[in-house]
């Protein structure tokens, strides 16, 4: 079954730490590149950030720059968004999906499959 699954999402308080996961199943993790998306209650889905399929390059929006990271095991077939000093404003739901290519795109439009989700919330 072709899919990818997030999770690691949950409540947090503001300053503190989140770490995304997203599963591949179906996918060869290797030949992808993994992009990282949200949706704030609101408004429309943006993109946060991208990483290459061998990891060598990654690219995020300027809001989470020295806040997140993005990581990937391909050997696990998992890519990783490491969220630390979280704001409020960082509320959404959190996407993963692919994009076959090997440049850390942040065009939507580049990417599928999407997974279902998991949702983020700052909030003291």
């Known amino acids: 079954q072709l899919q990818l699954v997030e999770s690691g999402g949950g409540l947090v308080q503001p300053g503190g730490s989140l770490r995304l996961s997203c599963a591949a199943s179906g996918y060869v993790l290797d030949y992808y590149t993994v992009g990282w998306f949200r949706r704030a209650p609101g408004k429309e889905r943006e993109w946060v950030s991208s990483i290459t399929p061998t990891g060598d390059s990654t690219k995020y929006v300027d809001s989470v720059k020295g806040r997140f990271t993005a990581s990937r095991n391909n050997d696990e077939n998992t890519a990783y968004l490491q969220m630390d000093s979280l704001k409020p404003e960082d509320t959404a739901i959190y996407y993963c999906?692919?994009?076959?290519?090997?440049?850390?795109?942040?065009?939507?439009?580049?990417?599928?499959?999407w997974g279902q989700g998991t949702q983020v919330t700052v909030s003291s």
């Open positions: 999906a692919l994009a076959y290519l090997n440049i850390p795109t942040m065009l939507e439009a580049d990417f599928g499959p």
